[in-house]
């Protein structure tokens, strides 16, 4: 990658495909709800990363099409369930991302925003133990807002003025675009960008841009 640019005075980072994959154990919850309601049907691990980076509903929307106008319980016993072995289990982090972003703490500001839920954001502070490094953090959970509005009120909110968004789809692509910030493709991630960003390959790559 060339040379960093001097300058960016807060590092904003998606969760999803970017930070950690919890796709198997979300994918084991929804199983088990859909299941418990007596629907014969089973999301995969695969799935869940095609459409992460999207609210919950829209999430339930596209991988289970239909279903949810004749089940109104749907949503809340998927949720149900997916906060339990999400709680239990956690998800994986990416070779590097625990150790890189207290190394990055040190000279940066460092945020997390995501379209999951509140829940979701907890139990991920909770495993990834980043909490005393972080400046701030929102999801769509807490504040219903779309992520390009999540990222526009933590820069104005925090006075920043040269912020990147680092995420792993074109949807996080968008964004920070409409928010007016630089962004960072996580190729390691799930999906790839609408353009052609500045990308690393690995955490470690990122690292090395940033640091």
């Not at 109104?72 to 997916?82: C, D, G, R, S, V």
């Not at 460092?110 to 907890?122: A, D, K, P």
């Amino acid at each position: 990658m060339p040379t960093p640019p001097k300058g960016f005075d807060a590092l904003i980072f998606d969760i999803d495909g970017t930070l950690w994959n919890a796709s198997p154990a979300s994918a084991k919850g929804w199983n088990i709800g859909l299941k418990k309601l007596g629907i014969n049907r089973e999301v995969s691990s695969a799935q869940i990363e095609k459409v992460a980076g999207n609210p919950f509903e829209k999430c339930v929307d596209i991988l289970l099409p239909g279903i949810r106008a004749n089940i109104p319980k749907l949503f809340n016993t998927l949720n149900k369930y997916e906060t339990e072995v999400v709680r239990a289990e956690g998800g994986e982090f990416f070779d590097g991302v625990l150790e890189g972003i207290q190394h990055l703490a040190k000279r940066h500001k460092i945020f997390l925003v995501s379209n999951c839920q509140e829940w979701y954001m907890g139990h991920f502070l909770d495993f990834s133990n980043l909490r005393p490094v972080l400046a701030g953090f929102d999801c769509h959970g807490l504040s219903g807002l779309p992520k390009h509005d999540m990222l526009r009120n933590l820069k104005d909110n925090h006075s920043l003025s040269s912020p990147v968004y680092i995420g792993d789809t074109a949807g996080d692509e968008t964004a920070a675009n409409r928010a007016g910030m630089a962004f960072i493709h996580a190729a390691w991630g799930f999906g790839t960008p609408a353009g052609t960003p500045k990308a690393a390959n690995t955490f470690k790559e990122l690292l090395d841009y940033l640091s």
